[in-house]
């Protein structure tokens, strides 16, 4: 497993969200509620990104067709999505997250 740099703490204030792209695979993370998490910006449903869906409840609704996935596992919690997508874990060193690939 390898670790990669992807923003400054100060960079991901809360509510805020970033996209980056690792390894060919594109990456949400997001600050909520004094945590952050990291998962794969796309739903497992129609491979749409997530990007731009609501988060309520520790979950994210795709925009598309309102299949919601815990943030914290990645497991969907609302059809038409029935495969979870990935998440990756996160480190705070130095001032920076990283994320592990």
Known sequence: MAYYPV??????????????????????????????????????HEDLPLVDGHIENKEIVCPFHGAKFCLK????????AFESIQTFELIEQDNKLFVCL
């Open 7 to 44: 923003c400054h703490v100060d960079e991901l204030p809360e509510g805020a969200r970033k996209i980056v792209e690792i390894d060919g695979i594109s990456i949400m993370i997001c600050h909520l509620d004094g945590a952050v998490y990291a998962f794969e910006n796309r739903c497992s």
């Open 73 to 80: 596992t990645g497991n969907p919690t609302l059809a038409p």
